[in-house]
């Protein structure tokens, strides 16, 4: 009995086509979840029955259990250690139990994905759906090809190779950190922000490692406009006549700043009158042919020169693709293999009504080979792989479809050449030029006439000879802010910065614009909405990471590792997450839990001062401005000498200044005990956990607390020997230092010899716990000296991406 073979594709019209080749189109198909085509044939030397079949994109995504679906029982911070499961992307289309019934009696497995990350990532999915990922003997082979023209397919039967698990990890790494990242942020600030601010215009607001970043170059961009002051300028433009030309001369100092000095210069051309040829020159100048076209560079012309925004390309390029008109739309390479067929490719489009004269004229006068590009180790360039008509395409793909076909043309033809000449002028000691340029060889700009270069033609000069000056205009004019960003601009950043890839950039760019955060505008550019403004102004001001283009290259260089083999999967997911989890708890601490001030009800802000010494510390924004209570003798950021009665800028009352009674932020209920080096009181910074601290509201000292304790909190009570407040420690079972595991301990830090021992001053001398200053820097009971804490490193809560 002939062995059974199945083969799967990533979508049914490619199934189609290997399905047709290998048969020689003799195929019977029967309808199931996807078609299934089935015939008989060779397979390995010897006689096979065949089904092939397909999925219809990934058969798997990745998602949270139910028990962590819910929103409002579910702590965004803890998404990051959360299980995740795999279910069905599609589970009406039954693709699962599909594979699963068509692999029943087959003994090998061929597998027809797209040979891209994504595409090693679905391999996996079909062998885990059809059981072949059980160790019973059957085998599973690769088919590794760039177009479905009969060529390839039969190449790539004939060369079959093994699944990369590496790359296919790759992508399962992205996709659990994108899931937690993205769900963890993402629900956290939907539910802070949603209904407190109605104008915001999004019910979900949503963050992204990749989308965020995007967002962030074309607010920068906004910020650059609004902030930009136009200045006059003028500038100095001379005019000759010579041999029947009138010549707009260029002033070599481009333009000045101050009126009176260019109409200066003015008059000195207006008195002498001539302009004297200083110097000709000529040189023959040579503009290259392109390289071979990537996915980036056709998504930059199909927004710039087209229209279609990155999303409608890449749709279109799909479809161009499982046609059979091009090859694989999604590469980062522009350097051709060395095997490559051009002049198959060029037969192919010599019947094409529209460039096949053309392409007969490269056949017959000899095209040239491509220039040198980047070999990404993916695909060759996008290239048309047969002809194809508007009628039969559609307008839209067919423009898509003209351009591929221009630009492969393009790579095959001369460099286009010209002459360049410069005649140099001086006139009332200022210098002129002019520029004339005359083109000798077209070349590749036949076929692609947009890049031509702009002929203009002058007369012959003679050095040292004299014109006279017809007029002199002295223009004036004003400096403009850049335009908003464009698609193609925008791609060239997330390209340069890493953000995205071929497959994904489109996505994230159609993400931004769908989710309200950009508006596509004139020119296909991308305008900020209120809400995507804020956005990137509320992470800039907290943390600028979250919205830096760095995060996601700093993602996608681990991904690459692992992609790669270089680098454990699990272990990258590991460290990445920890280091968004820190800045999660950083993100959320700066919100401050939506407290607001007893005396003014405003929201309380948290500050978080730089570098690892750094207090943290609430304040009202009102009370800050406008302090409520008289007899307060210092301000926070007043000036040590002078009348700090005079409020200059940034000065004002945090909570720990505040003498309210009762607000649970103010001094009277936060501070511990006397500041050992001024007149100020230690008071427990709210948000330091785990490394919990002491800090003084009138000078630097910081007192280190007990580190690793789940809460430190003050209490009502008073010490009996010093009247410093209790504070009340609830220590980690598992570094309790308290007897039989006990955790919770109340007592004074200058009075309990417990407490006094595990603290340990920072930033000012050591005090004994019998009076406010102490003499020297004792240990244990009489000094601020603790258990070998003095060596930890000190850690920026926001965990920059930069130095990973």
Known sequence: MAPKVLMVAEKPSIALSI???????????????????EFDGMFLGSRAHY??????????????PAAFQDWANTNPSDLFQAPILKKESNPKAHICRHLSQEARGCSHLVLWLDCDREGENICFEVIECTGFHTNDGR???????????????????????????????????????DLKVGVAFTRFQTSYFNGKYGNLDARVISYGPCQTPTLGFCVDRYLQIAMFKPEKFWMLHPYIMYKGYELKLEWERGRLFDADVAAMFRNRLMEDGTMRVVRVSEKLESKGRPSGLNTVNLLKVASSALGFGPQLTMQLAERLYTQGFVSYPRT?????????????TLVALVHNPAFGGYAQKLLTESYNKPRAGTDAGDHPPITPMRSASEDSLGNDAWKLYQYICQHFLGTLSPDCKYRRINVEFESGGEQFQCIGQLVTVKGFTSIMPWLAVSEKNLPDFAEGEKIEISKVDLDEGNTSPPDYLNESELISLMEKHGIGTDASISVHINNICERNYVQVQAGRRLVPTPLGISLIRGYQCIDSDLCLPDIRSFIEHQITLVAKGQADHSMVVQHVLDQFRRKFSYFVKQLYKELTCP???????LCIMPGPEGKSFPLCPYCYNCPPFEGIDTFFGAPKTGDSSKLGKGVGMPCFLCPHPTCPHSVIAQGVCACPECSGTLVLD???????????????????????????STTQDKCPECDSTIIEVDFNKKTTPLKDGATLHKGCILCDELLHSLVEMKHGRSFSRHGRRGRGRGKGRGGYRGRGRGNNKQQDPKMSFRDF
Not at 51 to 64: A, C, K, L, Y
Not at 165 to 175: G, K, M, N
Not at 688 to 694: G, V
Request: with cysteine; glycine share 4%.
């Open 51 to 64: 089904r092939v079949t397909s999925v219809i994109g990934h058969v798997f995504s990745v998602d949270f």
């Open 599 to 605: 005396l003014d009800n405003f929201e309380l802000l």
């Open 139 to 177: 085998r599973i082979y690769r088919a590794r090809f760039s177009s479905v023209t009969e060529k390839d397919i039969l190449k790539a039967m004939s060369s079959l190779v093994e699944p990369n698990r590496d790359e296919a990890l790759a992508v399962d790494a992205r996709q659990e950190i």
């Open 19 to 37: 399905a047709s080749v290998l048969s020689g189109a003799q195929i019977s198909t029967r309808r199931a979840s996807t078609e299934v085509h």
């Open 332 to 344: 980062e390479s522009t350097a051709y293999p060395s095997s490559f067929d051009f002049k198959g």
């Open 686 to 712: 709210p948000v330091s956990a785990p490394k919990w601290r002491l800090y003084c509201n009138m000078c630097n000292c910081l007192v280190s607390l007990p580190e690793g304790a789940h809460r430190i």
